[in-house]
C-alpha cells in the first residue's frame, strides 16, 4: 500500500462547479496536511495546508481533514479553467521531523 | 524576483558527465531538499540539509551528491549520468520551525 494515494485522474468538472479531491494515507499519527497545484512542467505551489479534524477555507478553496478516516480532501468552488492543473496530496509522518510524502497527484480538467 | 532560484531550467547531457544543478533561494530559510519528479512516481527525496554541517541521504540518493555552500545555497551533483536519471529536478526550502515546503521552478535534465 502506497503511503499517500491519489486517484491519478483526471477529474473532468465543468466550470462553476464544485471540483472534490481526495487523499488517502497509511500512517494513522500523521499531522501535518498540504495540497500543492502543479501546472504541467511547472514546480508545485502550496495552496492550503491543515493540521486539526474539520474545514480550513481559504477563498474558494476548503480543505477538510478527517484522521479517524485518515482521508483529507480539497474542494474548489466555482471552478475556473485556469484550475486545470495536477493536485498533489502531501502528509509528513510523524516519525519524521523532515519530510514530506507525496501522493502522485491527482489531474484536474475544468471543461469551459 | 523569484524567492527559489534553480539553474540551469533545462540540461540535455551524454552519458558519463558530470553535471551540476544549483538552487538559490533568499527566503531565509535554514532547511534545504532535493527532489526529482518522474511521471507516475511523483516527487521523490533525494538529499536534505537542515543547515550548512546537517546533510542527509533520502530515499533515493544512489548516483547523487551534495554541496551546501551557504545557507542559501545548495547543489546537486550527478557524478556520473545515466539515462534513468533523466526527470525532472526541484529544489525546495522550509522553515525549521514550520512544515511547509516552497519550490523552486525545476530543471528538466535528459541524459542521452
Known amino acids: 500500500q502506497k503511503e499517500v494515494e491519489q486517484n491519478s485522474g483526471p477529474l473532468s468538472v465543468p466550470e462553476g462547479a464544485i471540483a472534490s479531491l481526495n487523499c488517502t494515507y497509511s500512517?494513522?499519527?500523521?499531522?501535518?496536511f498540504f495540497w500543492y497545484r502543479q501546472y504541467s512542467g511547472k514546480s508545485p505551489e502550496l495552496i492550503m495546508s491543515?493540521?486539526?479534524?474539520g474545514d480550513k477555507e481559504d477563498g474558494r478553496f476548503t480543505a477538510q481533514l478527517n484522521k479517524a478516516s485518515q482521508y483529507v480532501s480539497l474542494l474548489i468552488r466555482d471552478s475556473q479553467p485556469s484550475d486545470s492543473a495536477t493536485y498533489l496530496c502531501a502528509v509528513k509522518p510523524t516519525d519524521s521531523s523532515y519530510k514530506l510524502i507525496f501522493g502522485s497527484g491527482t489531474r484536474l480538467l475544468v471543461r469551459p | 524576483d523569484a524567492d527559489v532560484t534553480q539553474t540551469p531550467r533545462n540540461r540535455i547531457t551524454k552519458t558519463g558527465k558530470r553535471i551540476m544543478l544549483e538552487c538559490s533561494q533568499t527566503?531565509?530559510?535554514?532547511?534545504m531538499y532535493w527532489y526529482r519528479q518522474d511521471p507516475g512516481l511523483g516527487l521523490r527525496l533525494i538529499y536534505y540539509s537542515f543547515d550548512v554541517k546537517d546533510i542527509n541521504k533520502g530515499e533515493i540518493s544512489d548516483g547523487y551528491s551534495v554541496s551546501r555552500q551557504a545557507q542559501a545555497k545548495f547543489s546537486l551533483s550527478l557524478e556520473s549520468a545515466i539515462p534513468n536519471q533523466t526527470a525532472l529536478y526541484f529544489c525546495a526550502t522550509s522553515d525549521g520551525g514550520r512544515d511547509e515546503q516552497y519550490f523552486g521552478p525545476g530543471t528538466r535534465l535528459t541524459v542521452t
Open positions: 527566503k531565509g530559510h535554514d532547511r
Open positions: 500512517d494513522r499519527v500523521s499531522q501535518s
Open positions: 491543515i493540521y486539526s479534524n
